[in-house]
């Protein structure tokens, strides 16, 4: 099974760009937000209260991209165990769990560093 995109919202005011994507099981969402500035990617618990949703986080990118909405996508693994962002169609994080987490660190022409038996789980059609 592949990819499993569900619960997709992407953002995009002025330089701040917000995309998520709920969980299969509905109970977890990886957020990717950057503020023109800075960017995170998060892994959220959406069935603990709010301001205590944050499971864990990658910094993306600290220094300016040159993002826009339509570059940022984010997956869920074919088993819903795992969240990936991806940018202009590039693996660049991931979280397997809530513990697990690999990638991040955005610079143009730069490989993400994510292993192949991580990468495999989001293999696109």
Same mark, same amino acid.
Request: no cysteine.
């Given at each position: 099974m592949g990819p499993i995109i569900l619960g997709f919202l992407v953002i995009e005011m002025n330089d701040d760009i917000f995309v998520s994507a %709920?969980? #299969?099981? *509905?109970k977890l969402a990886g957020v990717f937000e950057y503020d023109g500035d800075v960017g995170y990617f998060y892994l959220l618990n959406l069935e603990r209260p709010k301001g205590q949703q944050i499971m864990n986080s990658i910094i993306i990118a600290s220094e300016n991209p040159e993002l826009i909405a339509s570059d940022v996508d984010i997956s869920w693994s074919g088993d819903g165990t795992g969240a990936g962002l991806f940018i202009r169609d590039c693996l660049w994080a991931v979280f397997? *769990?809530? &513990? @697990?987490?690999? *990638? !991040?660190?955005?610079?143009? !022409?730069?490989? #993400? &560093?994510? #292993? @192949?038996? %991580?990468?495999s789980l989001f293999v696109r059609a």
């Open positions: %709920v969980s #299969p099981s *509905g397997i *769990g809530q &513990d @697990k987490k690999y *990638g !991040g660190n955005y610079e143009t !022409g730069r490989l #993400p &560093d994510i #292993p @192949k038996a %991580v990468s």
